[in-house]
């Protein structure tokens, strides 16, 4: 499969189906996806199937050679479900009961609404698993993410419970790791354990980040149960499920692992004004690398998009090239499919503008011609780079542990989790650096350069692992607020950076979160000078080993150290004490790369993307304008053109504003 | 009646009442309002009647000339019937049951209230069938608006079920128009439909509108059951309900269809945040031409200001003039009798700070002076201008349900409904055109230019009435977003501005939410030059067959058409396809005036407001001037001075800051 | 004791306390808290007591010459307690029951709860009358803060019920001092009034007063509760509370009159958003006045900032000198004993980065040993200093019912009665006065002048007071919104001022809110010119009697006065009918302390603190520069140096940054 669409032939009159194939077929789409929301057509009332629509969709696409993936309809409980047991529906972090009205209004620990699925996941699966046209499945949609909120419902307190009983064993042992005896919070059972709902005070961080956890790994046993029965059923088809990014409910490297491959759904325009920061080239980059980092592997997008978006409010019109250009940015990452969100635009019900490849009235126009003009130049190459990976000599390490225990406590309130590692990823997509996003279980030994920033908790394990990174010749990168905690979310009671200050030669006696008071940065290694402010936070450093690349500008520990390195038997161990603005983030990048010996593809513009991935026999450049202009990019002779280099000359590339290009060079 | 005081003996001691009558008449008032919030004085429990100080007050105000209206005190349900059946209190948008202690603490729906209003309504209206001083009654009190927001306990989700069945007949009907297949919300009955409750993602915006519009009809519903036993009980007096202007919460146009003629509340300081913006003269002026609207008739003002407004926090004092002025604003727009609100100020509870006309003190000082001028002055020719009307050329569409419907939906964050057509409103204004606003169902052939902003849902009818009104020779304007829906908020699929197309000789195949990219406009009719800046959205149109007066001047759409005029039969139908600003709207409009032959009375400064009413024998003009500067405005000779127009010379009047000129002119 | 800290052996292990005891030793402690969170380590499960570990940390601590306070652990129920009577957890002003997990997850009037502590203190404290290292107690912690909201449970309510009937004796009193007669709030019966729960429109104002005061007594009866039981079990040990200077939930001139001394917690760095603008150097000195002012004694601080404070987000790290600083501040305005919060800092919990004086490594850095110096340095004089007051002439009247009254009705929404009552503190602060914060139940005469801002609620006894002081020669100032009301928070019908009337010779018969339009001032008295903006509020004022000191300077009230003053008698009254910004504040405070002969210690810089106490003896100096950077003061070569005293040259004392000195002069 290459290309593809999300459909939702129920969503219109029968008359359009054949129309629709056809013009899909015209378009070069293979594959559809369908079904995921659709469990009140499948099962009207308890037990009375009808499956007789669905099979006449995937009968009439099967006709032009589209092959069908299956949504499991869980995220749409239907009102028969809800009416006969509303304690299904979730209870938010206020303690308040949510309504039927929208979609995932079912509590995910429930065992009524479970046992629903499980009769309808099997029987589905059974209708369709010796469907011809029927190729895989997707589980669920977005799983945790429209839910808003996690459930505090009783029956997800009693399933924390369990969940805790199992890890910590006795009462005990959680008291003493959650340090109950703070405020007067010691337990003598489990089942005294609240959900996090409000209280006069703030909560434990402890329980909370436990809480977090909990709710993540209830998202992976609520998917595994579909997957087992779809496993037993369908042995022959793929699962997969659409992930989300960077959003947050469950940790994606767990969810991963019972897939086949994940899929992915890439919205790269901004409509809800708190997503304006998400739609920046690098951190769409650094979204597609993190999809790919979840299994280290390819995967689809299961939603591209192919239009305006929004629900109540609505995105800008993406210009004439942008859904091109977002095409080839998801492949040059590792998508091998994509598939379109939506085919049509709905009329009714929330999602009436989000805008899918045919508008309202269904006469095809700019966005049908350009991905139709997207397919035809990209098909023909597809199968060359299926399964092969960019090959990056970069690692950054994202942990949900970390973001979600910095959630918990953010220490300044401009502190996020992701925007410092995004701060990280920029500076190597600047200098078109291909990196791969790992989690903290991955083996490290094949990046030249490992950053990983923020490692506020850490464990034996991981702690020794970072050191036989560096010891057998890694460039490791830390940064602020490393070795703070143990993994419960406890205080080690070590000077900073803990565990760390033998790898990194350095002390942090005291710190300065910058809230009253600002700081500057002055770039003290090498030749080019620069000065910026200092961000958010600032350590203290007292060498103890390493020497100083920068040093603080300002207020009592003007003069003292702000981003150091350590040789460390084989390898190099940087530390960087603040949050870097882009000058002084660009110059240690440089640094970093130079002594690792990490090579750079080339030097391009602001905004102009240069990434590749490497195949069995071959090498494939994609040059991506993120400009609203024209901008120009040197490209070495030894690449050929596939789509879009045409204008190449004395090795300069012109690409117009929005603008993509595709090389490749045979592997010698 | 021509002048009149809101009035609240209940909240005085006895011994001030002969005194308050003496002082009143003294000012030249002929009428008050009492008593309806006064239940618990009236009622003290339950059968327990007691009207003999409302007796009392109503005659010492008699021996002065001075009428009394009434209000039923439904809008304050004593303590011992909340006490008996606290189910009556209401549940808000979150499901929260408000508690007692402020008003309207009640829920719209419940019989048990209903049935206290029919027992009470009908022993008062008995009471004063044939008190001689009475004249006539006030329902309730601002319906709808100060519940802030709309119930959803049980008895308004058993109400809403009906009202559904009503309107659809079948389940089935129901699913179809909201489009139910989305996201699996079918229902099979009536009574499985939630109330607009929070769920985890967006409700169905189909089932929102109608939600909305129950809620409306159920206030309108809420009133009839009073005015029904007022009609019954008291058929000589008249009966009246006190509006708010632009407050949504119910269809005015519905509301005012049983009452022998509106009366409305007017507050032209500004005292909450939010409503800063909703004091502007032409917002105050568009107000009070809505109101005119609701019945196309004169109306009385139930409150005007009569000093500084507000609860917790307080407004600015009114600048000597400003009540005088805001009273012949009231007047000018077609209001017949001026109550100001209040007579004294209250030393108790939640109002104390909405000044009356007499201070804390009683002593009356310079509002109090103020009033008896201005009734001085005017009371001589109210008489003439009663039932005569403004005569306006242009009319202005307002519709609740595009209101809803846009609420629901804001497309941008900061489109506003109200806002879009009082950008229009005020190029009228500023030009001196008096301006009709009328519902959708009213007759439009008696105006020039008929503008219907962000017409986005529409139904056959309404289409037909609008392509006869050109076809006659009208001039319509139309705005951004029109043709999109039909009325039951579904998408209508059709190539934009869909049903119009023809009627404005355009297509619109793209658009563009101003959320990222910016986009801006230039004026290419005739021969002013203006460019500005594009506001919250752009159709991208196509001309086919209309011409163009404006294009846009950024962007991938550079030079296509933003503005469009189209000759359709008889007439000119007129395209916006973004929000227009100031400089703009002032070419714009000055070009469909010139177009269409429309007069305007004449040109005056900034914030200098010139307006007239016709009368039988003579037409009326108004020149009030909102600024604290003088301002000069010429005046033709035609005009003979009533008020403040004695200082004329060369046909050029100079008004004080704050200053009015009344003036007549006899029809020949 | 001079020097104490908070310590929380419960929360390290055993093997660390000899350490501890030993380093606490040699930093010069002397005193220790200990136990106000600790009730689950005493009391395990119901009725079994342990006691030995708090024991051996006494006795560990007395053989270094440490004497203990102990707290009631009353602020922390344990789960135990919750479990079996849920009912004892708060419900906030939503009527949402807030949870276990954080602290004062309890309702104050819940009797089962009472019980609970009746039982456990009178354990405790049998337990601990005979040891003779513990010298006093403190009940509980923080009283009605970290509640957040006060509680409007159904216990509550009945406990609201009883209290009201004990003030107004009948429903009709009742009803006549809230003036329920509006909008029909009539009540019958006392248990008919709710709780200040949501409402759709807003609550009466007298009963919303009501409310807070309710609450803030029954703050004062429910630590009555613990004090009697302390009293008869421990009759040689004394009884404080730890204070929070400026909040709000209870009136601490009642709440200290059960305590032989108060104490208060001291942390003057912003760490909350909401709280950047309440540690200001003038505030935090505003703060300890007030605390010494509600007894009119020396004090306790119970918790002196002593290093980086916050939960989920953390202030900046105190710079070098700012703990000793503030120390000397403490003492300068009258602290006898410093506790500094907290020993170490704890690794777990929800105050896991509220830093004591070691940091989490318990490695002894640089606030250890700045605390050390501080302490060395003081030590030897905090006896020379014990009782003695700083001896102002100047007195500021502070009411916690003008501030409730206040927060219900601010007027304009900027206003806050402490920001305004700060605006008259550093006047005086920056001329270097020394000023009593003084309640309303104060005898005044000892005070040259007397600051009484915002006296919105007056009742006879007051007015009687305030004309008798001024007859007497006091010098008193008054500022806007003065006299408006009667104690119950109903307007009085007089003309502004009202009783002040003739005590002020001014009559105020308009008044403007500024919402809508600016407002200038001028200063016309003296030589200095000065013009700058008024602020919140104008008061239009006519003289009667008084003088113009400013007057305003635009609108239709230019030129009228602003300021006022009038010969009473044998002394003056002044009017001030705006907000004061700094510039006209120093010219109007010069004014002011010039009549009424009020000297200054000497002329400092902005931000450089000189104030005094005098003892019986000698008289003490203190200067302490608030400012990040030297400075130089001018100290009379009368003062001897005791502490920093050395640079002195020509009389010119130069301060580093974060520097002080002290200074004592014999008296003669």
Avoid at 102 to 107: P, Q
Avoid at 152 to 167: G, N, P
Avoid at 370 to 378: G, V
Avoid at 496 to 506: A, T, V
Wanted: proline share 6%; hydrophobic share 35%; charged share 20%.
């Amino acid at each position: 499969m290459k290309f593809g669409v999300d459909y939702y032939p129920e969503h219109c009159s029968k008359e359009h189906w054949e129309w629709d194939a056809d013009k899909m077929q015209e378009a070069g789409i293979d594959v559809v996806r369908m079904a995921e929301f659709s469990w009140i057509k499948m099962e009207p009332s308890e037990g009375q199937y009808d499956f007789a629509w669905l099979d006449e969709a995937i009968e009439v696409l099967s006709r032009r050679g589209i092959k069908t993936v299956l949504g499991t309809p869980s995220p749409a409980p239907p009102i028969w479900i809800i009416e006969q047991n509303p304690e299904i529906l979730p209870v938010n972090m206020q303690g308040q009961r949510l309504g039927f009205g929208g979609r995932h209004h079912n509590c995910q620990s429930n065992e009524t609404y479970r046992n629903h699925i499980r009769r309808f996941v099997r029987v589905m699966a059974r209708h369709y698993q010796n469907n011809p046209h029927v190729i895989g499945w997707q589980t669920d949609n977005e799983l945790g993410n429209s839910h808003q909120q996690l459930c505090t419902c009783d029956s997800c307190r009693v399933r924390f419970h369990q969940w805790l009983e199992k890890k910590y064993g006795t009462i005990e042992a959680l008291n003493e790791a959650w340090g109950t005896v703070f405020w007067s919070q010691t337990y003598s059972r489990f089942d005294q354990i609240p959900a996090p709902l409000p209280t006069p005070n703030s909560h434990n961080p402890s329980f909370l980040l436990d809480w977090k956890r909990f709710c993540s790994d209830l998202i992976v046993d609520f998917q595994k149960l579909q997957i087992d029965i779809l496993r037993e059923e369908c042995p022959n088809h793929f699962i997969t499920h659409n992930f989300m990014g960077f959003f947050d409910k469950t940790d994606y490297f767990k969810l991963a692992k019972d897939l086949d491959f994940i899929s992915h759904d890439q919205y790269p325009m901004p409509f809800w004004e708190a997503r304006l920061s998400k739609t920046s080239p690098p951190h769409l980059a650094m979204a597609l690398d993190l999809m790919r980092g979840t299994k280290q592997q390819t995967f689809w997008i299961m939603e591209q998009l192919a239009g305006p978006t929004g629900w109540e409010v609505i995105s800008s019109t993406p210009r004439p090239g942008q859904i091109r250009l977002w095409t080839y940015q998801s492949i040059a990452h590792g998508a091998d499919t994509i598939v379109y969100f939506r085919w049509d635009t709905c009329l009714v019900g929330t999602e009436q503008y989000w805008h899918g490849i045919l508008p309202h009235s269904r006469i095809p126009g700019r966005r049908y011609a350009e991905i139709k003009q997207t397919i035809q130049e990209l098909a023909p190459h597809m199968d060359k780079f299926r399964n092969c990976l960019p090959q990056a000599e970069v690692g950054i390490l994202f942990s949900y542990d970390q973001e979600w225990a910095l959630q918990i406590q953010p220490h300044h309130p401009q502190l996020n989790y992701v925007e410092h590692l995004r701060s990280y990823y920029k500076g190597f997509f600047d200098a078109n650096v291909p990196v791969d996003i790992v989690s903290d279980e991955e083996e490290y030994s094949r990046y030249k350069v490992l950053v990983a920033p923020l490692l506020f908790l850490t464990h034996p394990e991981l702690r020794r692992k970072l050191y036989g990174y560096v010891a057998s010749g890694g460039h490791l990168v830390l940064s602020m607020r490393t070795g703070v905690k143990d993994w419960n979310n406890a205080v080690i009671p070590k000077t900073l950076p803990g565990e760390f200050s033998e790898l990194l030669g350095i002390l942090i006696e005291d710190y300065d979160c910058l809230r009253q008071f600002d700081q500057g940065l002055r770039w003290t290694a090498g030749t080019e000078a620069a000065e910026e402010d200092a961000n958010l936070w600032c350590d203290i450093i007292t060498l103890n080993g390493a020497e100083m690349l920068a040093e603080y500008s300002r207020e009592f520990y003007a003069g003292t150290p702000a981003i150091t390195r350590n040789a460390y038997e084989q390898g190099q161990a940087y530390y960087v004490g603040t949050e870097l603005r882009p000058d002084i983030m660009r110059l240690f990048i440089e640094e970093v790369l130079d002594k690792a010996g990490v090579g750079r593809i080339t030097r391009s513009p602001e905004g102009v993307e240069v990434t590749r991935r490497r195949g069995q026999d071959a090498e494939y450049l994609f040059v991506i304008n993120h400009n609203n202009a024209e901008a120009d990019v040197a490209v070495s002779e030894k690449w050929q053109a596939l789509v879009g280099g045409e204008v190449l000359q004395n090795s300069t590339l012109r690409l117009a504003p929005f603008g993509v290009a595709l090389f490749h060079c045979p592997l010698g």
